[in-house]
Structure formats: structure tokens, C-alpha cells
């Protein structure tokens, strides 16, 4: 199973990004997708999760701001970010996990700053 993500990048405060998750591989049907962040000095923490059939959650400080969405078709899962602040700075991963075990993206960095 192999996870490629993609869509970090510079930008201000009060922007917004979207990233992006594409898993390949063989992989079950049920599967939870989910994202997690780590700042620098920081222990890595869970962003946001999808399990498939609907439910998702989401890490307090990111509730209305964040939306975690994915295209099972495509084995892909989003993370839409906005009103962003510097606070959100980190190294976003994806986390894939299923019967067959729990796999990780190689992280994209996402830094808010002006």
C-alpha cells in the first residue's frame, strides 16, 4: 500500500489549503483515512478522520475550519483547511488503516505565515 500526498505549501493567515491523500495498493473496503500534524517539537497529533460510511472527527481546534472529505472511487481523501492560522503550522501525513494494517504519507508541510 502506497500513499501520495500533495497540496501543501506556504500561505497567510487566514488562507486556505487543500491537500490531498491517493492510496494504492491492494486494500479493503472498510478503511479509515485520516490526517495528522506535527509540529516541530511537537508530538504528531490526529487532524481529522474518515471511516467509510460517513463518520468522521475532528481535533477541537480545527472543528469549523477544516473539512476531511473522500472519493472512494479514487481511494483519495482531502483535507480542506481554512481560516488557517500560524498555529496550524506543521507536517500534515496521511494515515491509511485497514485489516491489513496502518500506513503512513510521507508528509507535505503546510506553514502559515505572513
Known amino acids: 500500500v502506497q500513499l501520495v500526498e500533495s497540496g501543501g505549501g506556504l500561505v497567510q493567515p487566514g488562507g486556505s489549503l487543500r491537500l490531498s491523500c491517493a492510496v494504492s495498493?491492494?486494500?479493503?473496503?472498510?478503511?479509515?483515512m485520516g490526517w495528522y500534524r506535527q509540529a516541530p517539537g511537537k508530538q504528531r497529533e490526529l487532524v481529522a478522520a474518515?471511516?467509510?460510511?460517513?463518520?468522521?472527527n475532528y481535533e477541537d481546534s480545527v472543528k469549523g475550519r477544516f473539512t476531511i472529505s473522500r472519493d472512494n472511487a479514487k481511494n483519495t481523501v482531502y483535507l480542506q483547511m481554512n481560516s488557517l492560522n500560524p498555529e496550524d503550522t506543521a507536517v500534515y501525513y496521511c494515515?491509511?488503516?485497514?485489516?491489513?494494517?496502518?500506513?503512513w504519507g510521507q508528509g507535505t508541510q503546510v506553514t502559515v505565515s505572513s
Open positions: 474518515s471511516i467509510t460510511g460517513g463518520s468522521t
Open positions: 495498493g491492494t486494500i479493503f473496503s472498510i478503511n479509515t
Open positions: 494515515l491509511f488503516r485497514d485489516q491489513g494494517g496502518s500506513y
